[in-house]
Protein backbone atom coordinates (compact mmCIF):
# COMPACT_ATOMS: atom_id res chain seq x y z
CA UNK A 1 0.00 0.00 0.00
CA UNK A 2 1.39 3.32 -1.15
CA UNK A 3 1.81 6.09 1.66
CA UNK A 4 0.39 9.90 1.00
CA UNK A 5 3.23 11.26 0.25
CA UNK A 6 4.24 8.66 -2.26
CA UNK A 7 0.66 8.45 -3.51
CA UNK A 8 0.78 11.83 -4.17
CA UNK A 9 4.19 12.21 -6.40
CA UNK A 10 2.86 8.68 -8.31
CA UNK A 11 -0.74 10.98 -9.35
CA UNK A 12 1.47 13.99 -10.35
CA UNK A 13 4.04 11.79 -12.38
CA UNK A 14 0.59 10.35 -14.26
CA UNK A 15 -0.98 13.57 -14.32
CA UNK A 16 2.34 14.81 -16.40
CA UNK A 17 2.96 11.95 -18.88
CA UNK A 18 3.03 12.76 -22.50
CA UNK A 19 1.92 8.87 -23.02
CA UNK A 20 -1.82 10.02 -21.46
CA UNK A 21 -4.65 9.60 -24.04
CA UNK A 22 -5.54 13.04 -23.49
CA UNK A 23 -2.13 14.14 -24.31
CA UNK A 24 -1.67 12.38 -26.84
CA UNK A 25 -1.53 13.97 -30.52
CA UNK A 26 0.18 13.52 -33.88
CA UNK A 27 2.05 17.06 -33.59
CA UNK A 28 3.13 19.07 -30.75
CA UNK A 29 1.47 22.02 -29.73
CA UNK A 30 4.21 24.30 -31.06
CA UNK A 31 4.37 23.19 -34.98
CA UNK A 32 4.08 25.83 -37.64
CA UNK A 33 4.41 26.27 -41.23
CA UNK A 34 7.85 28.81 -41.83
CA UNK A 35 6.37 31.37 -43.45
CA UNK A 36 8.24 32.78 -46.50
CA UNK A 37 5.90 34.74 -48.55
CA UNK A 38 6.52 38.53 -48.95
CA UNK A 39 2.74 39.30 -50.19
CA UNK A 40 -0.29 39.31 -47.37
CA UNK A 41 -3.10 37.00 -48.79
CA UNK A 42 -6.39 37.60 -46.52
CA UNK A 43 -7.03 33.74 -45.00
CA UNK A 44 -10.25 32.47 -43.76
CA UNK A 45 -10.50 34.29 -40.46
CA UNK A 46 -9.23 37.12 -38.89
CA UNK A 47 -6.16 38.65 -40.76
CA UNK A 48 -4.60 41.38 -38.25
CA UNK A 49 -2.34 43.81 -39.82
CA UNK A 50 -0.64 47.08 -38.69
CA UNK A 51 -0.12 49.91 -42.24
CA UNK A 52 3.83 50.76 -42.30
CA UNK A 53 3.69 52.80 -45.47
CA UNK A 54 1.56 55.11 -47.78
CA UNK A 55 0.01 53.07 -50.47
CA UNK A 56 0.18 53.09 -54.54
CA UNK A 57 -2.74 52.54 -56.47
CA UNK A 58 -3.27 51.78 -60.39
CA UNK A 59 -4.80 48.77 -62.22
CA UNK A 60 -4.03 45.03 -62.38
CA UNK A 61 -4.58 42.70 -65.09
CA UNK A 62 -3.22 38.86 -65.22
CA UNK A 63 -1.31 37.57 -68.27
CA UNK A 64 0.07 34.35 -69.14
CA UNK A 65 3.46 33.52 -69.59
CA UNK A 66 5.72 30.55 -70.22
CA UNK A 67 6.19 30.93 -66.34
CA UNK A 68 2.07 31.16 -65.98
CA UNK A 69 0.23 33.88 -64.85
CA UNK A 70 1.64 37.01 -63.13
CA UNK A 71 -0.42 40.25 -62.61
CA UNK A 72 0.57 43.38 -64.51
CA UNK A 73 0.04 46.62 -63.40
CA UNK A 74 -0.40 50.15 -64.71
CA UNK A 75 0.08 53.83 -62.79
CA UNK A 76 -2.75 55.27 -64.93
CA UNK A 77 -5.81 54.52 -67.48
CA UNK A 78 -3.25 55.64 -69.90
CA UNK A 79 -1.03 53.34 -69.71
CA UNK A 80 -3.26 50.03 -70.63
CA UNK A 81 -2.96 48.27 -73.37
CA UNK A 82 -6.31 47.35 -75.15
CA UNK A 83 -6.10 43.53 -74.91
CA UNK A 84 -6.35 43.91 -71.34
CA UNK A 85 -9.93 46.18 -71.67
CA UNK A 86 -12.56 44.94 -69.76
CA UNK A 87 -10.09 42.53 -66.93
CA UNK A 88 -9.09 45.21 -64.66
CA UNK A 89 -9.07 45.56 -61.06
CA UNK A 90 -8.29 48.62 -58.91
CA UNK A 91 -5.72 48.35 -56.77
CA UNK A 92 -4.20 49.75 -53.55
CA UNK A 93 -0.95 48.34 -52.31
CA UNK A 94 1.36 48.95 -48.87
CA UNK A 95 3.74 47.59 -46.71
CA UNK A 96 1.95 45.83 -43.50
CA UNK A 97 3.00 44.08 -40.76
CA UNK A 98 1.27 40.63 -40.69
CA UNK A 99 0.66 39.50 -37.24
CA UNK A 100 -0.12 36.44 -37.80
CA UNK A 101 3.11 35.18 -39.71
CA UNK A 102 4.79 37.96 -37.64
CA UNK A 103 6.26 39.10 -41.49
CA UNK A 104 6.94 42.79 -42.58
CA UNK A 105 4.78 41.76 -46.36
CA UNK A 106 2.70 44.52 -49.18
CA UNK A 107 -0.84 44.02 -48.87
CA UNK A 108 -2.51 44.27 -51.80
CA UNK A 109 -6.65 45.47 -51.65
CA UNK A 110 -8.72 44.91 -55.05
CA UNK A 111 -11.69 44.74 -52.84
CA UNK A 112 -13.97 47.89 -53.09
CA UNK A 113 -15.75 47.26 -50.02
CA UNK A 114 -12.40 46.91 -47.85
CA UNK A 115 -11.04 50.10 -49.69
CA UNK A 116 -13.88 51.61 -48.71
CA UNK A 117 -13.86 50.90 -45.08
CA UNK A 118 -10.60 51.74 -44.69
CA UNK A 119 -11.04 54.83 -46.73
CA UNK A 120 -13.62 55.79 -44.41
CA UNK A 121 -11.45 55.52 -41.25
CA UNK A 122 -8.78 57.68 -42.92
CA UNK A 123 -11.19 60.53 -43.14
CA UNK A 124 -12.93 59.87 -39.88
CA UNK A 125 -11.06 62.70 -37.43
CA UNK A 126 -11.12 60.60 -34.77
CA UNK A 127 -8.99 57.90 -36.52
CA UNK A 128 -7.08 59.45 -39.64
CA UNK A 129 -3.81 58.15 -40.78
CA UNK A 130 -3.80 54.18 -40.32
CA UNK A 131 -0.30 53.65 -39.55
CA UNK A 132 -1.55 55.00 -36.04
CA UNK A 133 -3.72 51.68 -35.44
CA UNK A 134 -3.79 48.38 -36.19
CA UNK A 135 -6.22 46.66 -38.60
CA UNK A 136 -8.57 43.50 -38.68
CA UNK A 137 -10.16 41.77 -42.03
CA UNK A 138 -12.23 39.21 -41.27
CA UNK A 139 -12.58 36.38 -43.92
CA UNK A 140 -15.70 34.43 -44.47
CA UNK A 141 -17.10 32.04 -47.04
CA UNK A 142 -15.88 31.46 -49.92
CA UNK A 143 -16.27 31.96 -54.16
CA UNK A 144 -18.68 34.39 -54.59
CA UNK A 145 -19.88 34.16 -51.29
CA UNK A 146 -16.85 35.26 -49.76
CA UNK A 147 -17.67 38.34 -47.53
CA UNK A 148 -14.99 40.63 -45.45
CA UNK A 149 -15.21 42.55 -42.82
CA UNK A 150 -13.04 45.48 -41.61
CA UNK A 151 -12.70 46.53 -38.09
CA UNK A 152 -9.74 48.46 -36.35
CA UNK A 153 -8.21 48.21 -32.93
CA UNK A 154 -7.58 51.63 -30.57
CA UNK A 155 -4.97 53.55 -31.52
CA UNK A 156 -1.65 52.77 -29.77
CA UNK A 157 1.93 53.01 -30.87
CA UNK A 158 3.81 50.74 -32.84
CA UNK A 159 5.91 47.91 -31.12
CA UNK A 160 9.36 49.08 -31.50
CA UNK A 161 10.72 45.64 -33.02
CA UNK A 162 8.36 45.73 -35.53
CA UNK A 163 8.96 49.19 -36.52
CA UNK A 164 13.19 48.05 -36.19
CA UNK A 165 12.00 45.42 -38.76
CA UNK A 166 10.49 47.54 -41.10
CA UNK A 167 13.61 49.96 -41.35
CA UNK A 168 16.10 47.04 -41.74
CA UNK A 169 14.87 46.55 -45.18
CA UNK A 170 14.15 49.08 -48.78
CA UNK A 171 11.06 48.02 -49.75
CA UNK A 172 10.46 50.08 -53.22
CA UNK A 173 6.38 50.07 -53.99
CA UNK A 174 7.06 51.57 -57.34
CA UNK A 175 8.82 48.49 -58.29
CA UNK A 176 5.18 46.61 -58.72
CA UNK A 177 4.23 48.79 -61.87
CA UNK A 178 7.52 47.26 -63.76
CA UNK A 179 6.90 43.52 -62.47
CA UNK A 180 10.15 43.77 -60.12
CA UNK A 181 10.75 42.80 -56.51
CA UNK A 182 9.83 45.86 -54.01
CA UNK A 183 11.77 43.53 -51.80
CA UNK A 184 15.37 42.91 -53.84
CA UNK A 185 15.57 44.92 -57.18
CA UNK A 186 15.59 43.51 -60.27
CA UNK A 187 14.65 40.23 -58.99
CA UNK A 188 11.33 39.16 -60.96
CA UNK A 189 8.27 38.65 -58.94
CA UNK A 190 7.05 35.15 -58.30
CA UNK A 191 3.68 35.99 -56.97
CA UNK A 192 2.23 32.45 -56.70
CA UNK A 193 4.17 31.58 -53.23
CA UNK A 194 7.86 30.53 -54.05
CA UNK A 195 9.97 33.49 -53.53
CA UNK A 196 12.41 31.72 -51.60
CA UNK A 197 16.56 32.45 -52.62
CA UNK A 198 19.43 34.89 -51.30
CA UNK A 199 17.61 37.41 -50.75
CA UNK A 200 14.56 35.85 -48.67
CA UNK A 201 17.41 34.31 -46.38
CA UNK A 202 18.61 38.05 -46.14
CA UNK A 203 15.00 39.38 -45.77
CA UNK A 204 14.64 36.76 -42.64
CA UNK A 205 17.44 37.73 -41.15
CA UNK A 206 17.31 41.44 -41.06
CA UNK A 207 13.63 40.83 -39.10
CA UNK A 208 14.84 37.73 -37.10
CA UNK A 209 17.78 40.61 -35.64
CA UNK A 210 15.94 43.76 -35.42
CA UNK A 211 13.06 41.21 -33.46
CA UNK A 212 16.08 40.21 -31.07
CA UNK A 213 16.92 43.82 -30.98
CA UNK A 214 20.32 43.49 -32.91
CA UNK A 215 19.62 46.41 -35.37
Given at each position: ???????????????????????????????????????????????????????????????????????????TTDDIPARFAGELKYFWAFVVWNYQDERVQ????????????????????????????????????????????????????????????????????????????PFAGGRDIDERGDDSGKDEVELDDAIDQAM????
Amino acid sequence: MCSGGVKKKLNKRVAESPFRKDKMSFLPNEDREPVKGNYMRFKEGANKFRVLSSAIVGNEAWEDTEEGRRPVRFRTTDDIPARFAGELKYFWAFVVWNYQDERVQILEITQKGIRDDIRGYTQDEDWGDPKEYDITVTRSGDGLDTKYQTKVSPKKKIDPAIEKAYKALTIDLEALYTNDDPFAGGRDIDERGDDSGKDEVELDDAIDQAMKGEL
